[in-house]
Nanobody
Framework: QVQLVESGGGLVQAGGSLRLSCAAS????????IGWYRQAPGKQRELVAA?????TTDYADSVKGRFTISRDKNTAYLQMNSLKPGDTAVYYC???????????????WGQGTQVTVSS
């Protein structure tokens, strides 16, 4: 079982930056996809950034040009620049991974980290 531990959230003023990290507790044979989601009060969960195995990235329109998704070894990152109050939410990472060569792909979720952007 792969455990994802998120960190990097906090309180920041509008225009500031944060970098969220999502560290996998175990090495993986392959990580096919990474996604960062957010859930704001009273709103649906939203996919804000995705990274596929071939390096292709996709972003929600609301964060394009401001957020960058990346990964390094067993850690995923979400660099968040020019933050706005509307970015306030709990952010969750998801990794679609194959733990060992003989296993199928599985989704794993982080515990969530709060990002609060003040005006």
């Amino acid at each position: 079982q792969v455990q994802l531990v998120e960190s990097g959230g906090g309180l920041v003023q509008a225009g500031g930056s944060l970098r969220l990290s999502c560290a996998a507790s175990e090495s993986t044979f392959s990580t096919n996809a990474i996604g960062w989601y957010r859930q704001a009060p009273g709103k649906q969960r939203e996919l804000v950034a995705a990274l596929s195995s071939d390096g292709t990235t996709d972003y929600a329109d609301s964060v394009k040009g401001r957020f960058t998704i990346s990964r390094d070894k067993n850690t995923a990152y979400l660099q968040m620049n020019s933050l706005k109050p509307g970015d306030t939410a709990v952010y969750y990472c998801k990794m679609t991974v194959r733990r060992f060569w003989y296993q199928n792909l599985s989704d794993y979720w982080g515990q969530g980290t709060q990002v609060t952007v003040s005006s």
